[in-house]
T-cell receptor, first 117, second 114 residues
Framework: GQQLNQSPQSMFIQEGEDVSMNCTSS?????WLWYKQDPGEGPVLLIA?????ELTSNGRLTAQFGITRKDSFLNISASIPSDVGIYFC?????????????????FGQGTILTVHP | DGGITQSPKYLFRKEGQNVTLSCEQN?????MYWYRQDPGQGLRLIYY???????QKGDIAEGYSVSREKKESFPLTVTSAQKNPTAFYLC?????????????FGDGTRLSIL
């Protein structure tokens, strides 16, 4: 089946630093999603990417859909303590409603971000 | 407010017991999903449903069962056949009519063995 490799597994940074993380896949996705999860809560959608080469920003967050459709990157600029959490990438194949793979997400293992004040 | 509600927040299961986790959404989404999350790992798909009265197995369906009698509700039963049920369970939903719509998650249920 499809696999996503997310790196790094964890990051320890100082407040104000920029952060980069990425996901690579063995196969093509039509959609890339980035989620953030706080402890004991469900993941919250940060950015959705729908087109190869697309670069999208959400405040201090910027994500890109790789041109090969097999990778995606998330950057966080000027990190703050509330950026702490686990960041997940997810790839979606899409397809036709009613198909067996429709809407299914494949998740990366997550990047644990710690920000020191 | 519109959203996905999972209950209970914490659940304890005795050996040999079946337990049911609740997931309700008022987003009018057609598709609903159940995931299992273990420490240090990504989310793994247990079951999903695109429409009422229909559901499909995900990657780790063994030891679990679901039903989809109403559009708003997608309960998950962890059966006694699931030998390692301790995990964080997440429910999600999405629009089906438009392809590639992102999934939105509830706040999870943490299941532990007594």
């Amino acid at each position: 089946g499809q696999q996503l490799n997310q790196s790094p597994q964890s990051m320890f940074i100082q407040e104000g630093e920029d952060v980069s993380m990425n996901c690579t896949s063995s196969s093509i996705f039509n959609t890339w999603l980035w989620y953030k999860q706080d402890p004991g809560e469900g993941p919250v959608l940060l950015i959705a990417l729908y087109k190869a080469g697309e670069l999208t920003s959400n405040g201090r967050l910027t994500a890109q859909f790789g041109i090969t459709r097999k990778d995606s990157f998330l950057n966080i600029s000027a990190s703050i303590p509330s950026d702490v959490g686990i960041y997940f990438c997810a790839g979606q194949v899409g397809g036709n409603a009613g198909g067996t793979s429709y809407g299914k997400l494949t998740f990366g293992q997550g990047t644990i971000l710690t920000v020191h004040p | 407010d519109g959203g996905i509600t999972q209950s209970p927040k914490y659940l304890f299961r005795k050996e040999g017991q079946n337990v049911t986790l609740s997931c309700e959404q008022n987003l009018n989404h057609d598709a609903m999903y159940w995931y299992r999350q273990d420490p240090g790992q990504g989310l793994r798909l247990i079951y999903y449903s695109q429409i009422v009265n229909d559901f499909q197995k995900g990657d780790i369906a063994e030891g679990y069962s679901v039903s989809r009698e109403k559009k708003e509700s997608f309960p998950l039963t962890v059966t006694s056949a699931q030998k390692n049920p301790t995990a964080f369970y997440l429910c999600a939903s999405s629009i089906v009519q438009l392809s590639n719509q992102p999934q939105h998650f509830g706040d999870g249920t943490r299941l532990s063995i007594l």
